[in-house]
């Protein structure tokens, strides 16, 4: 529904990204909020006091949060909502994030790659500069793998079938591009010497 963007004053208010349609319902004064990290799966309870619109941004004061130091703690915590409570999507290019997630990802036909499994959604990050998908590599020895959830790079994504289509931009799946050459020379054990 939100995500917590950063402290407001020294009373203890923070301001809200909304990602909801629905904000004066979600962030009513009453409402409990349930909270987490990203990529924490505790969840906590925040009961919301007051909440105003400020500049264009929505402040929340929470139960329990009366200082700029507790409210600072807070900054990026997602508010989120169960999704057995959700409706159904009615745009065919909305997606929650739990309908994303345990998708297997893979190159688009057509590329002489096309086909290859690239690896499964783990979780959906918000971030500033906008979505993306963070990925269980396939066959990688890396831990994660980042992917823009934009049209251009992801230009197909079937629920039904469980797939999501990339079409990645050069460098995107190798982990040295744009690496200084020395870097990724030392890395591979054929550094300068």
Do not use: C, W
Not at 118 to 127: A, F, I, Q
Request: no cysteine; charged share 30%.
């Amino acid at each position: 529904m939100g995500r917590v963007a950063k402290s407001h004053g020294i009373k203890g208010e923070v301001v809200v990204e909304v990602r909801t349609d629905e904000p004066e319902e979600r962030f009513a004064v009453g409402a409990v909020l349930r909270g987490r990290k990203p990529r924490e799966k505790n969840l906590q309870n925040y009961t919301v006091e007051a909440a105003r619109e400020h500049s264009g941004r929505l402040l929340l004061r929470l139960s329990g949060v009366v200082d700029r130091t507790t409210a600072d703690a807070l900054r990026g915590t997602l508010f989120v909502v169960d999704s057995d409570d959700l409706p159904p999507s009615g745009d065919p290019d909305e997606f929650y994030d739990h309908e994303l997630e345990g998708l297997t990802v893979r190159i688009v036909e057509g590329r002489p790659d096309g086909g290859t499994v690239v690896g499964t959604v783990r979780e959906v990050l918000h971030t500033a500069a906008g979505e993306l998908l963070s990925l269980n590599p396939a066959d990688d020895d890396r831990s994660e793998l980042l992917i823009p959830f934009v049209t251009e790079i992801v230009p197909t994504v079937s629920i039904a079938d469980g797939v999501i289509e990339i079409d990645p931009p050069e460098g995107l799946l190798d982990p040295d591009f744009g690496e200084p050459p020395s870097k990724a020379s030392q890395r591979d054990g054929k550094g300068d010497r």
